[in-house]
C-alpha cells in the first residue's frame, strides 16, 4: 500500500504535468537562457494551445542595437503544442523577447526579457 509521501508525489507529478493540458493561455513562452555571457546561442520556445483558428506563430528578439525575428506558419489545431527557434550567437545586450500568435480572432502576445553580458 503507498505511504502519504508517494501518494503526494504522485498527486504533485500528475498536477504538474497535466498543467499545460489544462491552461487556459492561448500562449506561454519560455527563454533559455534568461541571462549569460555573449556571444551565445538562445533558445525562445511557444507552447501553444491547439485549436483550428492557429495560423503562425513569430518570435522575435529585439534591442538597441540588434533586432532578429522568425516566423512559424501553424496547421490549425494539428501543429505540434510546441514551436521553438534558436538565435545563434547574438551580441552583449537586453533584449526584449516576443512571441506572437496570429490566429483568425487577432494576435496573442508573450514577453519575456533577456541580458547578455
Keep these: ?3 502519504l509521501p508517494t501518494r503526494s508525489c504522485v498527486a504533485v507529478l ?3 504535468v497535466g498543467w499545460p493540458a489544462v491552461s487556459a493561455e492561448k500562449l506561454a513562452m519560455s ?8 556571444p551565445t546561442d538562445v533558445v525562445v520556445q511557444a507552447l501553444i494551445e491547439p485549436d483550428p483558428d492557429n495560423k503562425r506563430v513569430s ?3 529585439d534591442s538597441s542595437d540588434f533586432y532578429q525575428s522568425s516566423t512559424v506558419e501553424l496547421n490549425g489545431d494539428r501543429a505540434p503544442r510546441t514551436s521553438e527557434v534558436r538565435f545563434r550567437m547574438l551580441p552583449a545586450g537586453s533584449y526584449e523577447v516576443r512571441v506572437t500568435l496570429t490566429r483568425s480572432d487577432g494576435e496573442h502576445h508573450a514577453t519575456s526579457m533577456l541580458e547578455l553580458w
Design 1 to 3: 500500500m503507498p505511504t
Design 14 to 16: 500528475l498536477v504538474l
Design 31 to 38: 527563454v533559455r537562457p534568461k541571462w549569460g555571457l555573449a
Design 59 to 61: 518570435f522575435t528578439l
